[in-house]
């Protein structure tokens, strides 16, 4: 609003046409994660860039470099400090915070926002850049942009700041901005967050749990209307609509587990590493009840349920050849996304447990898999974009074929689809879809040719739960399973490659096969992850590590754990809360946790035999309700997060008030071991993640 009336009055004043907004993006202004601003994550680029001065991660690569040098070079610009200072603001653009820098309140800028603030002890680089160029004659000046919509300046046309701004105040209070409440400014040197933000906050310990189901659930999401109630869906197939008791209430989960929500059981091919992997509800869900699942099916069981193979000729890959890691037949198993309508029909009014209709209305997508392991599944519509995201594994059994680096594979990859924009039956063959969805435009194809066009990000192994940070929704986190050595947590960004089977985690990985040929570190620019874990820094009593990817912990209910990314290893031995310092850098600090069970919990926690632990059993996943109160979903039932104190854990910011009401304490009385009961699930559950297939 200031910029739009300053700018007015500047036009009266000096009867010029500037600035403003260039077009508008969807990048979201109030973050400050290292971002471009194309919305790619920076990157290290394999050689040293030739103008600008970016050592290290860089929003340029070589021709973005090159081009800066050729825009420098068209302002024809001789005096010294100007074109010192001009030639900073441009290479700005390759600042690993550039997205931020030239963004302000959604608008695109030319120039970055130029630290002013003389309060801080960063130079007033706004005032230098004045004073240095203010009577200096410019060509094709970036300080000279248009309103949109007007005539552009001539081509060759040269302006000094004098010409657009009245003074050197007029000047700063548009170009320039200061470094507070998690924005940056550029002050001539690489930009870098505020680090007073917060630090010193002492890492998280610990973490109290209290058990509200028995139920094993392999996804959670609250329901869009914003009420206490979630839906949770088991392997199996089956899906409820549950209702979340107070936290201190005492009460367990309002869940009626023999009315389902929506029962897919005779679609879904349930076994070992398959079933219903995830459900996901439209943003509009309360008003248009678009519900969405993905699982796995079997077409030798349910003929329709057939998709293309993603062993193909497009990605050097003969199905007739494909050696299977079971007696399965070539992409014998799907992967499907299909929609589904949770409309009430009037019939159904007296129904006190609403349900939903097991009756598609559209399947989104179904791809073959090569191989039995490593396809991930999961669902989440993007909070900012509306868009779906869909997580896919590397299809399993090492990744032969190099699926993951592979562009025109969907193995290994993270697609985005928009499902309100369906294309016709013929637009779909036409452009090749593997479904009923449309492209959403600013999908990372239109950079690179060479992607398919579904492909947002890259190089993954099984991305095993992702997030979005309700908080700050570009910090898209996902846990990625790893292969011999290294689990990842990474912050997935439009294009990003994570690396995979190149790398694993930051070490070169050798594959055991590699029919498809490899991919050379030299020709891509990984994104490392921000966190993660060794296999050999758990207790593998139970079996290899595979991680499981968690959330931002948003809660009041626990302050301590307040603001840190929480994850965990399937075998729930070993848990993970993950701090950001300073806040919005992507620099991230690990520490591992221990947790315990309240003594008051609604039902009584089993323990881990010889020990204090809880017995989880196998951690699926994490869920969070519209509360932001987090949830570990595991093989013996659904946990809560609680107050520390009901555990007996410290934590200096907790209230002794707020949520530690007491309840009377239930007999604790149990101490059964986790594999006691239904042994044989629990070890088919455990083939699920680990790339069981060699
Ligand atoms: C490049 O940047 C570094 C660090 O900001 C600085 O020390 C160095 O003098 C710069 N070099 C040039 C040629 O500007
Ligand atoms: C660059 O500026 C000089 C004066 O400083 C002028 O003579 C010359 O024509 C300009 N070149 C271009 C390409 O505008
Ligand atoms: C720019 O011009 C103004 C007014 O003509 C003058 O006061 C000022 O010293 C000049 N600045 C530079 C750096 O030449
Ligand atoms: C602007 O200047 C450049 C460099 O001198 C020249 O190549 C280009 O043709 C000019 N453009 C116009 C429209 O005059
Ligand atoms: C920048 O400086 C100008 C003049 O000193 C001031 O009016 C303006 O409010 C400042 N802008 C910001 C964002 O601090
Ligand atoms: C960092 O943020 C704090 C609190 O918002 C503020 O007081 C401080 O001036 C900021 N520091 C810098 C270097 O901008
Ligand atoms: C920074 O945040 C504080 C508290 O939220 C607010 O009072 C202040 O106005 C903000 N400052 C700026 C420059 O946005
Ligand atoms: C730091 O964290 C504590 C605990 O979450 C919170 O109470 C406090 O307000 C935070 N301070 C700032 C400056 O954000
Ligand atoms: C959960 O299981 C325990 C024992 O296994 C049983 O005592 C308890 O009633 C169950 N609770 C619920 C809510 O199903
Ligand atoms: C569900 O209801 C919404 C809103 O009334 C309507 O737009 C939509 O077409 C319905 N969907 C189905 C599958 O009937
Ligand atoms: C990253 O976090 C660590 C631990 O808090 C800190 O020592 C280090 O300075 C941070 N690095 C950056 C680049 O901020
Ligand atoms: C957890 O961290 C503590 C303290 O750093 C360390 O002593 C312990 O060995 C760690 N445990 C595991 C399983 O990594």
């Known amino acids: 609003m200031a910029v739009a009336h300053l700018t007015m009055k500047m036009l009266m004043q000096k ?16 973050l400050s994660l290292p971002l471009c601003t194309n919305s790619n994550a920076p990157v290290t680029p394999k050689a040293p860039l030739a103008f600008c001065n970016y050592t290290g991660s860089s929003c340029c690569d070589s021709t973005d470099d090159s081009n800066i040098k050729k825009q420098f070079e068209s302002l024809n610009v001789s005096q010294p400090a100007c074109a010192s200072s001009l030639k900073i603001i441009l290479c700005s653009r390759c600042d690993p915070f550039s997205a931020e820098l030239f963004t302000i309140k959604t608008v695109a800028r030319q120039v970055p926002v130029l630290c002013n603030s003389t309060a801080s002890s960063r130079s007033n680089f706004c005032e230098t850049v004045w004073d240095t160029c203010q009577n200096v004659s410019i060509t094709n000046s970036p300080f000279s942009p248009l309103l949109q919509g007007q005539a552009p300046t001539p081509a060759n046309s040269s302006s000094k700041l004098t010409d657009i701004w009245q003074s050197k105040a007029d000047f700063c209070s548009i170009i320039g901005g200061s470094s507070v409440n998690d924005s940056v400014c550029f002050d001539g040197e690489k930009a870098s967050v505020n680090m007073t933000t917060n630090s010193t906050k002492s890492a998280p310990t610990s973490m109290c749990l209290e058990k509200v189901a028995n139920g094993s659930y392999l996804d959670m999401v609250a329901h869009t209307d914003g009420s206490n109630r979630v839906f949770f869906s088991n392997q199996k197939g089956q899906i409820w609509l549950a209702t979340i008791p107070e936290v201190g209430s005492g009460r367990g989960l309002d869940i009626d587990e023999s009315n389902p929500f929506l029962d897919l059981t005779d679609q879904v091919h349930f076994d070992i590493q398959f079933g219903l992997m995830s459900i996901a509800l439209h943003p509009n869900f309360a008003q248009n009840g678009r519900f969405f699942a993905s699982f796995n099916c079997d077409k030798t069981q349910t003929p329709s349920c057939a998709g293309r193979c993603a062993c193909n000729s497009d990605v050097n890959c003969d199905p007739s050849k494909l050696v299977s890691d079971t007696a399965a037949q070539p992409c014998q198993y799907q992967t499907v996304v299909a929609e589904y309508t949770a409309n009430r029909t009037s019939s159904s009014r007296a129904s006190v447990i609403p349900t939903a209709s097991p009756v598609e209305v559209r399947r989104i997508f179904t791809m073959g898999l090569p191989f039995t392991s490593h396809h991930a599944g999961q669902i989440l519509f993007g909070p900012n974009d509306g868009y779906l995201y869909f997580m896919m594994g590397d299809g399993g059994a090492g990744d032969p074929y190099n699926f993951a680096q592979n562009k025109k594979s969907l193995l290994g ?15 779909i063959s036409r452009l090749g879809l593997w479904g009923n969805y449309s492209i959403p435009r600013d999908n990372p194809y239109t950079d690179d040719k060479d992607l398919q066009p579904e492909i947002w990000a890259l190089g993954l192994l099984n991305p095993w739960r992702c997030s979005f940070d309700a908080e700050r929704p570009s910090y898209f986190m996902c846990g990625d399973v790893g292969q011999n050595d290294y689990e990842e947590v990474n912050i997935i960004t439009k294009n990003g490659n994570y690396g995979w089977r190149v790398y694993e985690g930051t070490t070169l990985y050798t594959p055991e096969s ?33 991680i499981t990817g968690g959330f931002f912990y948003r809660s009041t209910t626990d302050p301590c754990l307040s603001g840190s990314y929480l994850y965990g290893d399937l075998y729930a031995h070993n848990m993970w809360a993950g701090v950001e310092t300073p806040e919005n850098s992507g620099n991230f600090t690990t520490s591992n946790i221990t947790f315990g069970c309240a003594k008051d919990s609604p039902i009584a926690c089993d323990v881990v035999p010889g020990s204090d632990l809880p017995a989880l059993g196998y951690l699926f996943s994490y869920g969070e309700d519209n509360n932001k109160d987090v949830y570990l979903l595991s093989s013996s039932g659904v946990y809560r997060i609680v107050p520390p104190s009901r555990c007996g854990y410290t934590c200096a910011y907790e209230s002794r008030t707020a949520g530690s009401t007491p309840v009377p304490t239930s007999p604790s009385g149990s101490s059964a071991n986790m594999l006691k009961g239904s042994c044989k699930s629990l070890l088919l559950l455990l083939l699920l993640f680990i790339g069981l297939g060699i």
Do not use: C, Q, W
């Open 15 to 30: 009867n010029i046409f500037f600035f403003v907004t260039l077009f508008l993006l969807l990048i979201n202004p109030t």
């Open 413 to 427: 990859k993270i697609m985005r689809f928009d499902v309100d924009n369906i294309p016709s039956e013929s637009e």
């Open 514 to 546: 590699s029919t498809g040929g490899n991919t050379s570190s030299s020709s891509i620019n990984p994104i490392f992850p921000v966190m993660g874990y060794k296999h050999s820094d758990v207790n593998k009593n139970e079996g290899s590590a595979s």
